[in-house]
C-alpha cells in the first residue's frame, strides 16, 4: 500500500518534515492505539527505536499518543527491529512499535508497526489507521483516569540476545575458533549483535559501533560494506557480517574481502535446510530484484523460487500464505519463519555461521552456491509527476523486455521508501543489460524533465 502516510514498510520520510513530524507520531500512537483495544485489560505498547538523534523525538510524541489513548507504553531503547516483534509477543503486548528509517541516513526516520503476534500489519489495517489520522481521533480516546502509564524495561537486550542465540542449531552452539568481524552501521544492533557472538565463543572485532545519533549507516554496515571488507582483510577475519541500521537485515563479507548479498545466503540456507529435512513448502520466497541465479540454483535442486513485490512483509506474507519458512530479499532481509516473524539480521548470520562451522571450510567456499547472472540496477530521482506513464517510456520499456527476452528479466519500479524509480535488468549478455538499463534511465530523465 503507498498512502499518504504508509509506504511499503510502515511511514518513513525527513525527520521533523511530513508525515515524520512529532505531531503525526503522536496521531499515529492515538490511532493505533485505539484500534488495537482488544477487551477490558490493560493493553500494552512495545517502543523499540533505533539510533538517530530524530528517534527521541518521535519516540516522546508516540508515549503521548499511546497514553492518550489508554496504552501502556514499555520503552525498549535502541533495540533491533526483530527484538522489537520478539518481544511483542513474548511480553504479550497488543501492538509493537519500531521507529527507524531502516538503511536511509540519520536525517530520514520512520514508524513500523507489529500487531500482536509480531506480524507487520496488513495493508487492510494500515488503512484503516491512516484513514483515522486525518479524522477525529479525539472521540476514541480513553477517559482521565484510563490514560495509559510509560516505563522503561529492563533486560530487553539480554533477552533477545538468548532468543537469537537458541535459534542455532543442537551440536552448534559454539562459535569457538572463528574470528568474525561485524559491522554494527552505528544502529540499532550495536550492543546486540557484538555480544550475541562473543557469548557464542567468537573472537569479535566490533566496527561502527559508536552512533551519535548522525553517524548511522554513514559510509557503513550493508549498504556500504567497503570498510567491513577492507578491517577482514587487516585482521585476517574468517568472515565479516554487516547489519543495516536497525539490524533485520544484513550480507556477509568472506574472508578475500568479497559481498556475499542475500541471495547467496537464500541459496545456502534453503540448500542446507533441505539436506537436513527442514525446508518447508520446497521452496524459497524472493522479491522480483532476486537474481535469475538464485532461481537457476534451486530449480537444479529440486526446489522452487517464488516471487513477490518488493518489501520483506510481502515475503512473509507469501510465506504464511503458501507454509514456506525461508525467505527474503537480495538486500539482506532473510526471513526464517520457524523463529521469527519478520528480517533479522543476528538470526540469519548464525544460521550461516552453523554451516560454516558444520563444513569447516572457508567462507568464500560454503557461501558462493551460484554464479549470479549479470545485473545492473540504477535509480532515476524525481520530485513529482508519473514519468513511468509516458508513451515514450513505455515504448522503451516494450523494447527492452523484447531484447532481453526469455533469458533475461526486467523489473522497473517506483521506491516504496525514497522518491527514486528503481531501473534493474539481468541477463546472461552484460553488455545488453548495461545497455536497456541506461536507455531507460535515459528516457525516464527526459521524461522527468520535461513534467
Not at 537486550?157 to 574470528?179: N, V, W
Not at 567462507?363 to 515514450?392: I, M, T, W, Y
Request: aromatic share 4%.
Amino acid at each position: 500500500m503507498a498512502g499518504r502516510y504508509f509506504g511499503t514498510d510502515g511511514i518513513r520520510g525527513r525527520a521533523n518534515k511530513f508525515p515524520m513530524t512529532a505531531e503525526v507520531a503522536m496521531k499515529v500512537g492515538m490511532a493505533a492505539g485505539a484500534s488495537f483495544q482488544r477487551g477490558n485489560h490493560r493493553h500494552r505498547v512495545v517502543l523499540g527505536k533505533d539510533t538517530r538523534l530524530s528517534s527521541y523525538m518521535i519516540e516522546n510524541a508516540m508515549v503521548a499518543g499511546f497514553c492518550a489513548a489508554g496504552m501502556d507504553v514499555l520503552l525498549l531503547g535502541p533495540i533491533p527491529t526483530p527484538a522489537v516483534a520478539m518481544l511483542a509477543r513474548s511480553l504479550r503486548a497488543d501492538i509493537g512499535v519500531m521507529i527507524s528509517a531502516s538503511h536511509n541516513p540519520y536525517h530520514d526516520n520512520g514508524i513500523k508497526l507489529f500487531g500482536p503476534d509480531g506480524y507487520k500489519l496488513s495493508d487492510e489495517i494500515e488503512g484503516h489507521i491512516e484513514a483515522m489520522l486525518d479524522g477525529e481521533i479525539d472521540i476514541k480516546l480513553a477517559g482521565q483516569d484510563s490514560l495509559g502509564r510509560a516505563k522503561r524495561i529492563d533486560g530487553a537486550y539480554d533477552r533477545y540476545i538468548e532468543f537469537a542465540k537458541r535459534t542455532l542449531p543442537q551440536g552448534s552452539m559454539s562459535l569457538a575458533g572463528l574470528r568474525i568481524v561485524v559491522d554494527c552501521a552505528n544502529g540499532a544492533g550495536y550492543k546486540v549483535a557484538p555480544a550475541a557472538l562473543w557469548e557464542l565463543g567468537a573472537e569479535v572485532i566490533a566496527i561502527h559501533d559508536d552512533p551519535n545519533g548522525f553517524n548511522i549507516n554513514e559510509d557503513c554496515g550493508s549498504t556500504h560494506p567497503m570498510s567491513l571488507a577492507k578491517k577482514v582483510h587487516e585482521v585476517r577475519a574468517d568472515i565479516g557480517i554487516a547489519l543495516d541500521g536497525d539490524a533485520d537485515r544484513m550480507v556477509i563479507v568472506d574472508e578475500n574481502g568479497t559481498l556475499v548479498d542475500g541471495d547467496q545466503i537464500m541459496a545456502l540456507i534453503a540448500e542446507s535446510w533441505s539436506q537436513s529435512g527442514r525446508l518447508a513448502g520446497g521452496g524459497v520466497v524472493a522479491t522480483v530484484m532476486s537474481n535469475l541465479g538464485l532461481e537457476r540454483f534451486l530449480d537444479d535442486a529440486g526446489l522452487q523460487l517464488h516471487r513477490t513485490k518488493v518489501g520483506d512483509r510481502y515475503v512473509v506474507e507469501h510465506m504464511r500464505a503458501h507454509g514456506l519458512n525461508v525467505g527474503g530479499e537480495q538486500s539482506g532481509h532473510i526471513v526464517l519463519s520457524d523463529f521469527s516473524t519478520t528480517g533479522d539480521g543476528l538470526v540469519s548470520a548464525l544460521q550461516v555461521l552453523a554451516c560454516v562451522k558444520r563444513e569447516d571450510k572457508p567462507v568464500s567456499e560454503v557461501c558462493k552456491k551460484f554464479e549470479p547472472v549479470p545485473q545492473l540496477l540504477k535509480n532515476v530521482r524525481f520530485s513529482g509527476g508519473k514519468p513511468l506513464e509516458s508513451a515514450p517510456v513505455k515504448a522503451a520499456i516494450e523494447d527492452a523486455r523484447s531484447l532481453l527476452g526469455k533469458n533475461g528479466r526486467l523489473v522497473i519500479r517506483p521506491s516504496g521508501t525514497e522518491p527514486l524509480i528503481r531501473v534493474m535488468a539481468e541477463g546472461d549478455d552484460s553488455g545488453l543489460v548495461e545497455k536497456v538499463v541506461n536507455d531507460i534511465v535515459e528516457v525516464i530523465s527526459e521524461a522527468k524533465s520535461a513534467a
